[in-house]
T-cell receptor, first 111, second 113 residues
Framework: QQQVKQSPQSLIVQKGGISIINCAYE??????FPWYQQFPGKGPALLIAIRPDVSEKKEGRFTISFNKSAKQFSLHIMDSQPGDSATYFC??????????FGTGTSLTVIP | DAGVIQSPRHEVTEMGQEVTLRCKPI?????LFWYRQTMMRGLELLIYFNNNVPIDDSGMPEDRFSAKMPNASFSTLKIQPSEPRDSAVYFC???????????FGQGTRLTVV
């Protein structure tokens, strides 16, 4: 059973455009929602994270929007750049400290 | 800090052989996770240790898989016997306590032929 559902599976965006990746969850015991970025041949690395008591968090060009009532959260990448091309994973942490990941979104930013 | 260190980076083995993957977590971290990544299923949590004790191994697919953490600085994931469907990238990650992020190693790409 997939604890965190992520969409789309792949995304192609023009340079300068906005990339949007969505995730949804059901378990209300999740208390921390990070996004990870993974480049080929590397492990996932933390990009940005949010806690459920906050509706939005922005770090540079990256923004998480969080809707607690809908159990949904999304990553927005503003002014997308070719260097942003990677696979992005949303995740949710259970209060027992287990992390559950979405299936990933392969982002390609076209110059 | 060198980060989470995994070895080997690549492993090719024949079906039926025993495979051992190794992980050294970040010093001071007390939680360790093993994940398997495939195109079909994404990142799957296999097992989670806290203070060297297995807390949740419900993600371990079969009895052929076993994991140990004999001390705070070392963990192994063993597959015996290995099968072609075990081919995947296996990641180890560590974190410290609650409310902290998980740091991933570079992964071990396992190919069972």
């Amino acid at each position: 059973q997939q604890q965190v559902k992520q969409s789309p599976q792949s995304l192609i965006v023009q340079k300068g455009g906005i990339s949007i990746i969505n995730c949804a969850y059901e378990n209300t015991a999740f208390d921390y929602f990070p996004w990870y970025q993974q480049f080929p041949g590397k492990g996932p690395a933390l990009l940005i994270a949010i806690r459920p008591d906050v509706s939005e968090k922005k770090e540079g060009r990256f923004t998480i929007s969080f809707n607690k009532s809908a159990k949904q959260f999304s990553l927005h990448i503003m002014d997308s750049q070719p260097g942003d091309s990677a696979t992005y994973f949303c995740a949710a942490r259970h209060t027992g400290n287990q992390f559950y990941f979405g299936t990933g979104t392969s982002l390609t930013v076209i110059p | 800090d060198a980060g989470v260190i995994q070895s080997p980076r690549h492993e090719v083995t024949e079906m039926g052989q025993e495979v051992t993957l190794r992980c050294k977590p970040i010093s001071g971290h007390n939680s360790l996770f093993w994940y398997r990544q495939t195109m079909m299923r994404g990142l799957e949590l296999l097992i989670y240790f806290n203070n060297n004790v297995p807390i949740d191994d419900s993600g371990m697919p079969e009895d052929r898989f076993s994991a140990k953490m004999p001390n705070a600085s070392f963990s192994t994931l063993k597959i015996q016997p290995s099968e072609p469907r075990d081919s995947a990238v296996y990641f180890c990650a560590s974190s410290w306590g609650v409310n902290t992020e998980a740091f991933f190693g570079q992964g071990t790409r396992l190919t069972v032929v």
